[in-house]
Every structure is written in structure tokens, then in C-alpha cells.
T-cell receptor, first 115, second 116 residues
Framework: AQSVSQHNHHVILSEAASLELGCNYS??????LFWYVQYPGQHLQLLLK??????LVKGIKGFEAEFIKSKFSFNLRKPSVQWSDTAEYFC?????????????FGKGTKLSVIP | GAVVSQHPSWVICKSGTSVKIECRSL??????MFWYRQFPKQSLMLMAT?????????EQGVEKDKFLINHASLTLSTLTVTSAHPEDSSFYIC????????????FGDGTRLSIL
């Protein structure tokens, strides 16, 4: 069964600090990888996704993630966070074969950015 | 962008009652809709996958007679929690996709269900 592990439950940063949120997955096949963000009181929104090609993926709002196949990782990064990045971040994985589109989520990482 | 509307956003009801939650895709046709459940400080757990016009596929451990899912059209799926009890209190989230595995799922705002 596929699984996703997010290393940090809660990360607290000052504005302008750099961010890296860890995500490791377990899946017996080719994967599609996602990062979702949930701002307070809002629904989940897609930040970025990786299907194939360049393992460094750029998403919205200055976020990027790097797929390292050998490490089964898909860490999320941002060079300089803002107070508005305060939210919960979820890493998710699906298989890439037909019919394997069910998302498996990590437990989420809460990010608090202090002005 | 693709919008998924979920209603109601919050419901409080007495133990033993049934509660229906609606999930609508507003600007696209959702071949497949997913229902998730999220407990505090935990991840979203997939409950079931529903394809339009066919029976839902439930994940292991999810009671299909307890959580009735109907996906009668390409824009609407409903989850009915039958004879709800306090242990059913949770945050329920739907998502919709035009499905193939390369299409990201679009999420509703979720429904907070509190059973007294």
C-alpha cells in the first residue's frame, strides 16, 4: 500500500526565512506527486505537481519542489516565506497507471510564519 | 479554475439522525468524486471513490451501509451518514476530478459534522 510521510508536524519561521518541508513516499511503481496547501478556513488548493520530466517543479506563489527518485522524496521549498504563507501543507501521491488515481496524503505540516 | 462546492459547511445534529452532504462541481464535469475524512491533527483518509452512474468503491474499514454515496450526475455526489453517532463526528471533504491519474483533484471546503 502506498504511504506518505511528512517529517514535521509544525514549523515556525520568521518572515524572509527559507522553508523546506520534507515529504517521503512509499509506492511500488511510477508516481505522480502533489503538494496541496490549506489556508485557514479555506479548502485544499494545489500548489504544484510532478508527473514526469524535470524533477524540479515550480508552483504558485514562489514554491518549488524537487523529486528525488532515489530517496523517494518530494520536498517543498521556498527561499523566503511571508506571513501569508501561514497554512497547512499536505504532500500527496497517486500512482500513474490507469485507475490508480486515488490520492494518499501525508499528515500535513502546519507552517506558522511570524511577522 | 475548477470549483467544487460542498454543502453544508457545518452541521450539528442529534445522535441517531441521518445527515446528507452534497458535493458539486460547478464548472466542470466530474467523472469521479472522492470522499475523505479528516480527524484532528491527522491526514485526510480516503473513504470511497464514486464514479458517475455506478456504485461507489469503499476503502477497507469504511462501512458502506453507514456512509451512503450517490453519484447520480456528472456534477453532483452526495454522502449520507446514516444513524450518525458521536464517533462519526469529523471533517468530511469531497474532491472531484475529470479523471485520469494526471488530473489533480479539486477539493470542496469540507463539512464539519458534530453529532451530539
Amino acid at each position: 500500500a502506498q504511504s506518505v510521510s511528512q517529517h514535521n508536524h509544525h514549523v515556525i519561521l520568521s518572515e524572509a526565512a527559507s522553508l523546506e518541508l520534507g515529504c517521503n513516499y512509499s509506492y511500488g511503481g511510477t508516481v505522480n506527486l502533489f503538494w496541496y496547501v490549506q489556508y485557514p478556513g479555506q479548502h485544499l488548493q494545489l500548489l504544484l505537481k510532478y508527473f514526469s520530466g524535470d524533477p524540479l517543479v515550480k508552483g504558485i506563489k514562489g514554491f518549488e519542489a524537487e523529486f528525488i527518485k532515489s530517496k523517494f522524496s518530494f520536498n517543498l521549498r521556498k527561499p523566503s516565506v511571508q506571513w501569508s504563507d501561514t497554512a497547512e501543507y499536505f504532500c500527496a501521491v497517486t500512482g500513474s497507471g490507469a485507475g490508480s488515481y486515488q490520492l494518499t496524503f501525508g499528515k500535513g505540516t502546519k507552517l506558522s510564519v511570524i511577522p | 479554475g475548477a470549483v467544487v462546492s460542498q454543502h453544508p459547511s457545518w452541521v450539528i445534529c442529534k445522535s441517531g439522525t441521518s445527515v446528507k452532504i452534497e458535493c458539486r462541481s460547478l464548472d466542470f464535469q466530474a467523472t469521479t468524486m472522492f470522499w475523505y475524512r479528516q480527524f484532528p491533527k491527522q491526514s485526510l483518509m480516503l473513504m470511497a471513490t464514486s464514479n458517475e452512474g455506478s456504485k461507489a468503491t469503499y476503502e477497507q474499514g469504511v462501512e458502506k451501509d453507514k456512509f451512503l454515496i450517490n453519484h447520480a450526475s456528472l456534477t453532483l455526489s452526495t454522502l449520507t451518514v446514516t444513524s450518525a453517532h458521536p464517533e462519526d463526528s469529523s471533517f468530511y471533504i469531497c474532491s472531484a476530478s475529470t479523471v485520469n491519474s494526471n488530473q489533480p483533484q479539486h477539493f470542496g471546503d469540507g463539512t464539519r459534522l458534530s453529532i451530539l
